[in-house]
Each structure stands twice: as structure tokens, then as C-alpha cells.
Nanobody
Framework: QVQLVESGGGLVQTGGSLRLSCVGSGLIFSLYNMGWYRQAPGKQRELVATISPGALYTNYEDSVRGRFTISRDNTKRMISLQMSDLNLEDTAIYYC????????????????WGQGTQVTVTS
């Protein structure tokens, strides 16, 4: 079964930190571009950060750059998002995403989403 499972969400005060993790199964994890997206109430889902299959390239949404760090460990089929200096606008459901990179078969999934983990920042 192909799936991504997130963990690490929770309640945190402004200025605090959280670390999210996402573990993949049933996919050739090392060949996927991985990313974190988030969706706040009443808003569209937005990209937070992405990381290339070999972790050479990362990309961040402007509002999180410098505060969030995405990383991956292909041996554990896991990505993480270290979030620091959290503010109220970071409150959202955070989703893990896998997008097919080069080298995959045509039968491999093109895109996979996790079920999401809630992050709530309070004042």
C-alpha cells in the first residue's frame, strides 16, 4: 500500500518550535521530490517547502524561509520539517507530498498525499 504518514503536529505558543515528520511506504522514496504543504481554515492549500530526491535542492515559501528547514533521510524513507519561531499565521493542517521525479516507471504513482497533521500556534 502506497502511503505517507505524518506525525509531530500539536499545540505550541508563538515563538516556539515543532518538528514534523513524514514516513513513506510502498513507493521508491528516493526517486520522489518531497514537500510540505499547509492549509489554513478558509484558505487554499499552499506550498511550504520542497526537497529534491537527493536533497541537493530545497525551496521555501517566502514567509517560512529562515524559520523552517526541510530535510530527508532516504534510508529511513522520511522527511522532516523543523519549524522555529512559529507565529499565529503558521496555524494549519500540514500535509506531506511526494511528486514523481526522474527515473520512475510509468506505473509508479505520480503524486501522493499524506492525511495531514494539525499545527496550532497560540498567543
Amino acid at each position: 500500500q502506497v502511503q505517507l504518514v505524518e506525525s509531530g503536529g500539536g499545540l505550541v505558543q508563538t515563538g516556539g518550535s515543532l518538528r514534523l515528520s513524514c514516513v513513506g511506504s510502498g513507493l521508491i522514496f528516493s526517486l520522489y521530490n518531497m514537500g510540505w504543504y499547509r492549509q489554513a481554515p478558509g484558505k487554499q492549500r499552499e506550498l511550504v517547502a520542497t526537497i529534491s530526491p537527493g536533497a541537493l535542492y530545497t525551496n521555501y515559501e517566502d514567509s517560512v524561509r529562515g524559520r523552517f528547514t526541510i530535510s530527508r533521510d532516504n534510508t529511513k524513507r522520511m522527511i522532516s520539517l523543523q519549524m522555529s519561531d512559529l507565529n499565529l499565521e503558521d496555524t494549519a493542517i500540514y500535509y506531506c507530498n511526494a511528486a514523481a521525479g526522474p527515473g520512475l516507471r510509468s506505473t509508479d504513482p505520480k503524486e501522493i498525499w499524506g492525511q495531514g497533521t494539525q499545527v496550532t500556534v497560540t498567543s
